[in-house]
């Protein structure tokens, strides 16, 4: 039976849409009563929306109805800003009449200016206090400019800075160093805490998944209490979760305490110094020992070479934590300074401490390379949203990409949800587009088996004359960083601008491929997801291979073996959702719109020959399939 709920919200996106010079699209007004209705009854709910189905106003319109808090968790900061600063205004001044209508931006605590560490810099360079003069001395340029800011900006956030600086490391913290409002001395005029302050008088507080993630590490302790939860770009949630609460012990931690020893001198005296260099060293050490540790899982930290240097950073960080706690300093920037070490090192021998201590529901491991650390994650994160969110919270849960073979079932199963004490309805709601009209999807059923080097030299091929077909507007989608290179080097040849991941920032080559009609951009994961560029820059999608996760990487490991004990397949269990989810995200960078057109080419045989290929196609949006790439060409052509 509707809900009275459901009949609300409606009404009011149809105000909404209407302002904006629209109409409400069937799939936005189903997926609007369905969260409307999800809220009222406090029900879970996981609903996957169409590209296009309009689903940012689906869930705001409701959420706003609601008459309680509501916290929406984003993928990115850039989606957090257009909610807050585009999306949320046009629901307020819709429906201004029925309602008012107040929200709120939250970002995590490396997004601020930190008052404290803006001291410290100003005390470094003779100040005794922000504002307050202690010598004739000249600022540098930045922290003048900075301390300029500081004093204009009413919300402290970086994405607001109208300018570069060298490292905002100097004038933030991250939520591992912030002692809190309690414990900092600037903790009254913090812009973090003011932002949540704001958000405790909120109708909707736009969060990202980390940030929720840290609430829910913290035992709730990060954002104002509220009981209705939205969760945008839910398939990404998982692993969001895996990785806030598990440990990431790596050189730059310690870098990062060795800087903030820079005003440990007045704290500590004269062995001040003799800390700071040995952390420095000890970086340096454990770095080193980590480039010389294997990559992969242990179960063991006394196994590794890297143990000593482990057992190192507990005695120093503990040596220093000991000698700040018998200190009481006056001045602000020292006191601040203080708390902020603390914190640090507090962190440092906990997540030592825990390393030492592993369960059998955690995998830990050593990643090599530039981002070399010794990390931990739990397995499998049901259990700890059943234990730590749904009890508290109704969770709404969208993306466009949830289902597996057409089913939200193995979604809800990997997220916690289903079963008596955790209901959850599940909707598939479509959207607006005209696949078989605007699209074609191009299996390359007759190259080899991509596992083979004969498969590398065919996709060459493949991709040339495809990009040839659609005169550029091409972005190829690649798996592997070896491929990008491959791919790229046998499109030198096309009368087209090729663009490719690495030669330019991550920004900066969106713009060009956008701005370039006829450009070519070659990327890899970073580009699954995320790019939106409508209109005649982009007419073919190529992907080069299924998306299955590494059978090195240790967390996917750790999965496909728990699915195992389990008795379940861990191919179908694990694999297969994760490339359904991947792939579904890769071919959605296509149509975005109802004047665009164009053809998603996937150049793994698989697809078209395995039997799991009907899962595959099944999680794609229903474009009409060709195994004849001539017919494709013929499309693309067309489209000239």
Aim: with cysteine; charged share 25%; net charge negative.
């Amino acid at each position: 039976m509707p809900s009275d709920a459901a009949d609300i919200a409606e009404d009011l996106l149809h105000d909404v849409v209407a302002a904006r010079g629209g109409e409400a699209r069937d799939g936005q007004i189903e997926m609007t009563r369905a969260v409307a209705e999800a809220f009222d009854r406090r029900e879970h709910l996981l609903v996957e929306a169409g590209t296009g189905t309009g689903k940012s106003f689906a869930y705001l319109v409701p959420a706003v109805a609601h008459g309680e808090p509501v916290v929406v968790a984003t993928a990115t900061k850039s989606l957090q800003d257009q909610l807050g600063e585009k999306d949320l205004p046009a629901v307020a001044a819709a429906v201004a009449d029925r309602k008012n209508v107040t929200w709120a931006v939250v970002k995590g605590r490396g997004s601020y200016l930190c008052r404290a560490r803006l001291s410290e810099r100003l005390s470094e360079e003779g100040w005794t206090d922000q504002g307050a003069l202690f010598n004739a001395v000249e600022l540098p340029d930045e922290l003048g400019r900075v301390l300029g800011w500081a004093e204009e900006t009413t919300s402290g956030d970086r994405d607001e800075l109208p300018f570069q600086v060298e490292d905002w490391g100097d004038y933030s913290v991250g939520g591992m160093e912030c002692p809190g409002r309690e414990a900092c001395p600037f903790g009254d005029d913090c812009f973090a805490f003011q932002a949540l302050d704001r958000a405790a008088e909120a109708d909707v507080v736009v969060v990202n998944h980390h940030l929720y993630a840290a609430h829910m590490a913290t035992e709730g302790a990060v954002l104002p209490p509220h009981k209705a939860l939205v969760v945008d770009e839910a398939h990404r949630l998982e692993d969001t979760v895996a990785g806030a609460l598990g440990i990431d012990l790596a050189p730059w931690r310690l870098f990062q305490l060795t800087r903030s020893m820079r005003m440990a001198r007045a704290l500590i005296g004269a062995d001040a110094g003799r800390i700071q260099r040995a952390l420095a060293a000890l970086a340096r050490d454990f770095e080193d020992q980590l480039r010389k540790t294997s990559p992969g899982r242990f179960a063991d930290l006394a196994e590794l070479p890297v143990a000593d240097a482990i057992e190192r950073i507990a005695l120093l960080a503990g040596d220093l934590g000991a000698r700040l706690r018998s200190t009481q300093p006056e001045q602000q920037a020292l006191s601040g300074a203080r708390a902020r070490m603390l914190r640090l090192v507090g962190h440092l021998a906990g997540d030592v401490a825990a390393l030492t201590e592993l369960d059998d529901q955690t995998v830990a491991w050593v990643e090599g390379g530039r981002q070399a650390a010794v990390k931990t994650a739990p397995i499998d994160v049901a259990g700890l949203l059943q234990r730590e969110l749904y009890g508290e919270v109704t969770m709404v849960g969208t993306s466009a990409t949830l289902s597996l073979g057409g089913r939200l079932e193995p979604m809800a199963t990997r997220l916690g949800l289903g079963g008596p004490a955790n209901e959850v309805a599940l909707e598939r709601v479509p959207g607006p587009f005209d696949y078989a009209r605007q699209t074609r999807l191009y299996l390359a059923a007759d190259l080899p088996d991509p596992r083979t080097d004969e498969w590398r030299e065919a996709i060459g091929d493949t991709a040339v004359q495809l990009v040839e077909a659609s005169g550029g507007r091409a972005l190829i989608l690649c798996t592997s960083r070896r491929n990008v290179d491959l791919l790229a080097e046998r499109l030198v040849g096309i009368d087209q601008r090729v663009l490719v991941q690495g030669e330019l920032g991550a920004n900066a080559l969106r713009e060009a491929f956008a701005e370039d009609e006829t450009s070519v951009l070659v990327a890899t994961m970073g580009f699954w997801e995320g790019l939106d560029v409508p209109g005649r820059s982009l007419q073919l999608v190529a992907i080069d291979r299924v998306p299955f996760p590494r059978p090195d990487d240790p967390l996917w490991a750790a999965r496909r073996e728990a699915s195992e004990r389990a008795g379940r397949s861990a191919f179908r269990d694990v694999d297969l959702p994760r490339a359904a989810t991947l792939l579904a995200q890769g071919a959605g960078r296509l149509i975005r719109s109802k004047a665009d057109h164009g053809v998603v080419a996937i150049l793994d045989p698989r697809v078209a020959r395995a039997g799991y290929g009907r899962e595959l196609l099944a999680a794609l949006p229903p474009m009409p399939v060709t195994t004849h790439r001539e017919e494709a060409e013929a499309f693309l052509a067309a489209l000239r």
